[in-house]
């Protein structure tokens, strides 16, 4: 089989290209996608439990925990220990982590738009469907 025609090739190569491309818009933030990924599900759930923001960004414990170990000294977030459970934690955003999501989202709406700009409307619609049934 041919590469250009293998699925799994091609998502690996997109996912490189939109990650590379992502990376350099956040650049100014000094932040990673993977960080930016954690830092925006929490901002829609703020508080949740590791576990809860691991589903949420789909990330396993060891790599949601190299992250947190990177944005808690950077004031991006604080973690406290569930007043029920001590081997649970809660994740909040600071007030540096609150600011810095709201330009996340705007940062990342702007790179959507840049990235899929060679599509047609009716095309990145397609595109994002696709992606979501898979």
Known sequence: MR??????YLLSRSAR???RFYKKQLEALGLTPVQSIVL??????????????????????????????RLCPAGFVIRKASPDDRRTQHIYLSEKGSAISEQLDSITEDANAKFLEELSPQEEESLKALLARL
């Open 3 to 8: 590469l250009d025609n293998c699925i799994f």
């Open 17 to 19: 290209s939109g990650t």
């Open 40 to 69: 925006q599900a929490l901002a829609v759930n703020d508080g949740c439990t590791t576990s809860q923001l691991g589903k949420a960004a789909e990330l396993d414990n060891a790599t949601l925990t190299g992250v947190l170990d």
